[in-house]
């Protein structure tokens, strides 16, 4: 079945503990993207990759890290979480981007909660 | 980066009323993307548009891009409660980005 997975599904942590989200694919898309989503706000990206080794900032950079070492796998990092970052995350991946012509596939979601 | 002003936030309609979102931008739009997320689910993808003036239906679902291509609508007719959830569209900005709108929360009473 072609889907984006994330793990976990649900995370409490304490400030300052660094934690990673995995998101993997399996449709061989060269794009994939994390999200935020916090009600009232919608839905805010994080960071974007067009392909392996190639990663740029969305609208919402500030406290996370990405790498793409590999096509499948885009994970998501927060070195020193804080508590103004817990959200319910998303990833997100698709054929050549939003220009592409093709709609992105979501991940079921992290809800993350730093205390 | 690009923005886009979605409205309403809300609607409340009794099942079989019609239900319609917009999305309106200040700067033309290369193309319009619309999701629907389910309550306590992720955005599904509906559909794209790119060009001037085009409609696409899908079922009970219309959905119209501005002859300027600066707004777009999503028309629901006859909701049922299946339609329940929150409707996005998102835009594409600079550098690849895109962007979503705020989202229309729909709820169908019975």
């Known amino acids: 079945e072609a889907q984006v997975t994330q793990n976990p599904r649900y995370l409490i942590t304490v400030t300052g503990k660094k934690l990673t989200v995995t998101c993997s694919q399996n449709?061989?898309?060269?794009?994939m993207s994390w999200y935020r989503q916090d009600p009232g706000l919608g839905l805010r990206q994080i960071y974007y990759?067009?392909?392996?080794?190639?990663?740029d900032k969305g609208d919402v950079p500030e406290g996370y890290k990405v790498s793409r070492k590999e096509k499948r796998n885009f994970p998501l990092i927060l070195e020193s979480p804080s508590p103004n970052q817990t959200s319910l995350y998303f990833c997100?991946?698709?054929?050549?981007?939003?220009?592409?012509?093709?709609?992105?596939?979501f991940g079921s979601g992290t809800r993350l909660t730093v205390v | 980066g690009q923005q886009v002003m979605q409205i309403p936030q809300y609607q409340h309609v009794q099942e079989g009323e019609d239900f319609t979102t917009y999305c309106n931008s200040s700067?033309?739009?290369?193309?319009i993307q619309w999701y629907k997320q389910r309550p306590g689910g992720h955005p599904v993808f509906l559909i794209q548009?790119?060009?001037?003036?085009e409609v696409k239906k899908q079922k009970r679902l219309t959905f119209q891009f501005g002859e300027a291509k600066k707004n777009s609508s999503l028309h629901i007719t006859a909701t049922q409660t299946t339609d329940v959830g929150t409707y996005f569209c998102?835009?594409?900005?600079?550098?690849?980005?895109?962007?979503f709108g705020t989202g229309t929360q729909l709820k169908v009473e019975l």
């Open positions: 548009l790119v060009k001037s003036g």
């Open positions: 998102a835009v594409t900005g600079g550098g690849n980005k895109l962007t």
């Open positions: 449709m061989n898309h060269e794009y």
């Open positions: 700067t033309t739009l290369s193309n």
């Open positions: 997100a991946s698709s054929f050549f981007g939003p220009q592409g012509g093709y709609g992105y596939t």
């Open positions: 990759s067009m392909n392996v080794e190639v990663t």
